[in-house]
């Protein structure tokens, strides 16, 4: 019932983005497990939001993104009641590949928005990066702890983190040109996620020879 | 050393009682894992205050409910001293129908007891109602993570935080009619408890067809 | 570029030789597991500042240690950076001894500092016990779910939070005392130290006998 603003700001988009490819890594991963649709809902809850609602209790930023938001995390719901009997034609839809190019988006604005509001709150600079690479890893690395593994991104060897970490010391190295804010965060988070599918195919390449 | 109030709210009786048996759960958890008592301690500690901490946390509410009733940690602590050589005695004398039965009523009350504290903190009411679920199922769901298990409530395709879910928006509904608010917690809880044992009976029977 | 104050705080000293052991312990636990410079990194940060962390969290504190001091996370970024090639070479110098004395330092120093941090924030004496003993034990815990295994210190039966626990109540038994607080702090500190070490031993005797 509430009006949408007319001008919603650019970190908001960044992060509605982001929140939906998030809850799709969610669903596939809950599903993989065999959960039901409580642990579907909650897996994609917790892939989606998890990061953001992190670096919030560290920075103790309250209210919390989704609390604010309600309406994201009814979205979310619904999806989680149509993702359970339509999984079979989702899969056939959304290829690997798909996932993987829509997570190197989400890492990318994830990451860039962690910056962004840790340094609103006053954080030193090493700290801002870590909290970006936290706000862009974190959703993954609480899924798969609840879905009982070790954390893809701390296994795998291929550099997810890593490209959040450059791309968050980009967007801060930015800030000291004349660039305006909003192209230093598309800028920095485009760069994130361009580094992360050219390693991804450089990868899947150096696999193929072994 | 302190004076017992006189009149203790239903609130709080409510929370004792769920406490207890989220405890109880612990034990049992532990006690199959084969930890040792601090591991019984922690993890009944986990299951009986995880949920609320949880939902403390996430509402930014301090002090938690057991820093200011430490009473409970030290009640848990002794039980713990004391399950850990009595356990087989406790196993022979607590079948697995009074767990499910005691935790069926911790459920109601936690769930409850979850969705009035949001509304004190003015959560928006999906979220409200999502705090009581929360509350409701994630001292299991962190005892289960403690315990290196997939969270038993997200795969086990049984309606229990389905149960918890509809007993929220029941309180929620009851609020808009002329009932008090105390009637409406314990229709509420009294609700979710029903609701999940007559799904655990007919879950039973489902399964004995197979 | 800040200028070191010349008079640095005992719990200060306290908090750095013990991150310092703690993320010695992800080191060896990340490499076990085959993880990369990201879980590497991840879990040293988790190890050395995941009990502090969490105490702050459950008592509120911000901001949060590593926070206000991020040389200490660079610290522990730089390490991650060597210790992942120099790891073998690691391994042949620092012996399982030499891992378990600095951890048993490290118990000491965490949960000694935890008990005095919950005191300043006016905690209940038996819940200023229990964030000693979280402070002391759960960054091993948190290292150890991450990494997908049932905590060690919940399982192997060794007395390590008891020794902390012990430890905690002999801190706050000396504040009534004439004995001054730096010298209590270390008092206590060094007795969870050497209790570890001597149940240790015997520990090892113990096994050695089966």
Known sequence: MKHVPVHVSLITVIEIVAILVGA?????????KRMDIVGVFTVAFIAAFGGGTLRDILLDRRPLFWV???????????LALLATPLMRTVKQIISERVIVVADAVGLGLFAVAGVAQAQAAHMPVFIA????VITGIFGGVLRDIV????PMVFRDGKPYAICAFFG?????????????????????AAFITILRLVTWKFELHLRSHH
Chains 1, 2, 3 share one sequence.
């Not at 801060?172 to 004349?178: A, K, S, V």
Request: charged share 15%.
């Open 129 to 132: 990066s870590m909290m970006g």
């Open 147 to 150: 879905c009982n593994e070790v």
């Open 168 to 188: 968050a010391w980009l967007y801060i190295g930015l800030q000291y040109t004349d660039i305006s804010d909003d192209t230093a965060l598309w800028t920095s």
């Open 68 to 78: 604010m938001h309600q309406e994201y995390a009814i979205l979310i719901f619904v």
């Open 24 to 32: 799709l890594s969610g669903f596939v991963e809950a599903r993989r």
